[in-house]
């Protein structure tokens, strides 16, 4: 097996970025590939290579995942798909980590004390969707990260604000099994304990994003639904946004009921580029 090289997918994420904000601003024009590769840079040959090689899918048909219809024709199935999700009680086998992912909410003395007398190991890591700052204790994940514009004092600065007593030590030889564990489709399978810090109703909504298998998508509605909450989207879309650990808790696979992408913590385009990529990668397991 031929091991996945995250700095090379971290790298080439830099310019993928840029392409998705073009195409985001002008899908509706269709841009072809040589307008997209002139605004990154590269030439079609190049662009084109680049692209398929992080997506797996030529830029044109990653284009199609971007487009308001397509997030429309995902809001439409995942109910029935997240019907048949509650009912069972589990995930879709394609979700990230096939509902192996156990979640332990801190004690309230724990959340009280803001995580004094707790050491907190975090690292800076590559990922297929830029770097990455991954924090950790003695029993999981605590934190996921997106560094915008390189800047890795503000995510840190952020970590330190969410946890203001702890002890911070940075490891990345420590944190490096967790990132392989969560971007390594090979790996996934195994247990990922994830440690939340939030209010008993925020918990509850993590919960419930645990459960959107990959390739899928909810309205906030639908998801203030699913908790037992009608009517309280609002307070659904806050507590999304406060989500500590992204990507792990699918976050970005809420979107608008009218079918809009939406906002995100780390860049709308970066939700864009990771729904693109979960899309693209539920179309290729219908190919086969």
Known sequence: MVATNYGQLAEDYSRIEQAILFLEQNFRQQPDLKEVAARVGLSEYHFQRL??????????????????EYAKELLAESKSVLDATYEAGL????RLHDLFVTCEAITPGEFKNKGEGLTITYGFHPSPFGECLLSITERGVCGLAFVQQGD???????L???????????DPAQTQPFVEQIFNPVRDRQALPVVLKGTNFQIKVWQALLKIPAGAVVSYDELAALIGQPGAARAVGNAVAQNPIGYVI?????????????DYHWNPARKRAILGWEAARKEAVRSN
Request: glycine content about 8%.
């Open 250 to 262: 699918p976050c970005h696979r809420v979107i608008r009921k009218i079918g809009a992408i939406g």
């Open 152 to 158: 890795r004092v503000a995510v840190l600065d952020e």
């Open 160 to 170: 330190r604000r969410n946890w203001p007593k702890a002890v911070f030590v940075e």
């Open 51 to 68: 692209f398929s090689r992080w997506a797996g899918i030529s830029p044109k048909r990653f284009l199609q995942f971007l487009t308001i």
């Open 91 to 94: 995930s879709s086998p394609g």
